[in-house]
């Protein structure tokens, strides 16, 4: 819950100034409020915008809940379900994510679906009963041509903005193990879907942890406030 229209004009115009030739793909997640800015500022750029969270259900009277419908409106192409945030003080069940993933890929959104788990989980030795419960409450819902259109972030809870970070290996260990799960599945959605990295990567480790295998990219938090700090994330990518 962050910006404003003039900050999010000036961090914008400097992603535009910078990222213009970058090879991978650069997209900026914005409060619903935001999505008209952003549809006038990066339509036909190199920049692609989604929301950061959707209702679970079409329409009717959920008075102000955004549909996915509403979200299309704007031209959103993705939106982040399931954020640890989310689950934490808005008690979002794992049923309830998979719900709000179903109705943004009726839209044509491609959901992230946020998985990952808690300080007091990791020391449980819980992270992948509680990682792949998640995850498979999306994948019980769709059906396989929908699993590949999806994306999935893995956010250690512990490791956001706390200044912790998994180390290259322990974040590669989820997300194999991720990679894993939908492979049972499905070879083709294993393949094709990415997984990113949510648990406070930085300029400092993006290049480490980009480097590893099965992580396709990162889901940025407060770094991508700072233009020049995101940028440094998105040349390391």
């Not at 950061?52 to 979200?71: F, I, K």
């Not at 200044?163 to 260990?173: I, L, S």
Request: net charge negative; aromatic share 4%.
């Amino acid at each position: 819950m962050n910006g404003g229209l003039a900050v999010n004009a000036g961090l914008l115009l400097e992603l535009l100034s910078s990222s213009v030739n970058s090879p991978c793909e650069v997209l900026v997640c914005v409060p619903s409020v935001y999505l008209a800015q952003c549809e006038s500022m990066l339509s036909n750029t190199s920049i692609v915008y989604g929301a950061q969270d959707v209702s679970a259900h079409s329409a009717g009277a959920y008075t102000g809940e955004v549909s996915s419908a509403m979200l299309a409106d704007f031209s959103c192409k993705y939106v982040i379900v399931g954020h640890s945030e989310r689950r934490a003080y808005h008690h979002e069940s794992n049923e309830l994510v998979a719900q709000k993933a179903l109705q943004a890929l009726r839209s044509n959104i491609c959901p992230i679906v946020c998985v990952g788990e808690t300080l007091e989980q990791r020391e449980a030795g819980k992270t992948n009963e509680i990682v792949i419960a998640q995850l498979r409450s999306v994948m019980d819902l769709l059906d396989d041509g929908a699993l590949a259109r999806i994306v999935v972030a893995y956010e250690p809870v512990w490791a956001i903005g706390t200044g912790k970070t998994a180390t290259p290996e322990m974040a590669q260990d989820v997300h194999a193990m991720l990679r894993s799960t939908l492979a049972e599945r499905s070879e083709f959605a294993a393949e094709r879907v990415r997984i990113l990295y949510g648990g406070s990567m930085k300029p400092e480790n993006a290049r480490e942890l980009l480097a590893m295998p099965d992580i396709d990219g990162g889901l940025i938090g407060g770094a991508s406030l700072k233009a020049v700090d995101f940028l440094s994330i998105v040349a390391a990518a």
